[in-house]
């Protein structure tokens, strides 16, 4: 099924969060969150599973190096019997990654993946591990200025931590509360893929996918006073391996809201989100695999601790609803934390 036929059934979701989203002027917006972004990533080798809502960006619009830890699980079913034998797994990442600038507007975000499989099954366990895939995007931002005329009280400079430098030129243009991102990428085949694994009833239990992916992304932001809005949507087109085995592409999408709390010494904040995951079904000699695609929407809370050049995140995701691989595979939920140093 196309994925944007998928993505029709998941709007009531998006819609919802929309409405309940207000924005205040009573306060000007802390000066550590004045520009936000949620730029995504697929988080571990792009497998059909792998969610791609997981973002690959901070709260605070900072170049950074840093290191993320995610923790997702699953239950996968084997059998079409209510007493099937049952899999559970536990897939662990590690990350370092950075964004890093080029030139204004136009900046590089990657990632390097460690990956961490388990799976537990009543006749065996299985582990893998190694280098995961590597990606590399490159985003430009879009600010809106102002027309002559306008009202320009409302800051929407783009800024770092606290004490890291601030643009001044860019600081004495008149800008809207409006951004758009723009990405174009590639996921590197540095992961291995085992067609051993293939038979798994999940598929996304696979280190890397063997196969150049290309990653397109849209991102819009909002910011008024205190509280801010940001959209990214993320399609990703899936190549072929060796193997000729080609993962489904996969579009996913997210909205998150935050609000800011100032500090004399560190900011926090907390923020609240949809997102979501549409995959096709996978392919393998030119052939569709049966109950391999599949949608997800999720529900996630988090926070964001800014103190000097140091940014510490954590969220926490579960679904919402889903059907994954004819509801063979159950995701349960997910955890990230993040440390970055801002540059």
């Not at 919802?16 to 969150?33: D, Q, R, T, Y």
């Not at 600038?101 to 990657?110: C, D, E, K, Q, S």
């Not at 990956?115 to 879009?142: C, F, M, P």
Request: proline fraction near 4%.
């Amino acid at each position: 099924m196309n994925v944007f036929q998928n993505f029709k059934k998941q709007l009531w979701g998006l819609f919802l969060f929309l409405s309940i989203a207000g924005f205040s002027h009573e306060k000007p917006i802390p000066k550590c969150i004045k520009s936000l972004y949620f730029i995504e990533d697929c988080d571990l080798c792009g497998c059909t599973t792998n969610s791609g809502s997981n973002g690959f960006g901070t709260l605070t619009n900072s170049n950074f190096v840093g290191v993320r830890y995610i923790y997702q699980n699953f239950e996968s079913k084997n059998g079409i019997f209510s007493n099937s034998p049952n899999t559970k797994e536990v897939f662990s990442t590690y990350q370092l990654w950075t964004q890093v600038p080029v030139r204004n507007n136009f900046y590089l975000t990657a990632t390097v993946p460690y990956q961490d499989l388990r799976r537990k099954a009543e006749t065996a366990n299985e582990h893998i591990n190694g280098l995961g895939d590597i990606s590399v995007i490159g985003w430009y931002k879009l600010q809106f200025k102002k027309k002559k005329g306008e009202n320009t009280s409302t800051s929407t400079d783009s800024i770092a931590p606290q004490k890291m430098k601030v643009d001044v030129n860019n600081m004495k243009t008149p800008i809207t509360p409006h951004t758009l991102q723009l990405g174009v990428g590639v996921k590197l085949p540095t992961g291995e893929f085992e067609q051993a694994l293939t038979d798994r009833v999940n598929p996304g239990f696979q280190v890397g996918t063997g196969s150049f992916d290309g990653i397109f992304s849209l991102g819009y932001s909002l910011l008024l006073d205190k509280f801010g809005l940001n959209t990214l949507a993320t399609y990703y087109v899936k190549g072929a391996n060796k193997n000729e085995y080609k993962f489904g592409n996969q579009f996913s999408y997210s909205l998150n809201a935050f609000y800011g709390i100032p500090n004399t010494k560190f900011n926090i904040m907390p923020f609240v989100g949809l997102s979501g995951d549409i995959y096709n079904a996978i392919e393998q000699y030119n052939e569709t695999l049966a109950d391999t695609n599949g949608t997800i929407l999720n529900g996630t809370l988090g926070s964001e601790l800014v103190v000097n050049k140091f940014i510490i995140g954590a969220s926490y995701t579960a679904p919402v609803t889903q059907n994954l691989f004819g509801g063979n595979v159950e995701a349960k939920n997910r955890v990230s934390v993040y440390v970055n140093f801002a540059l």
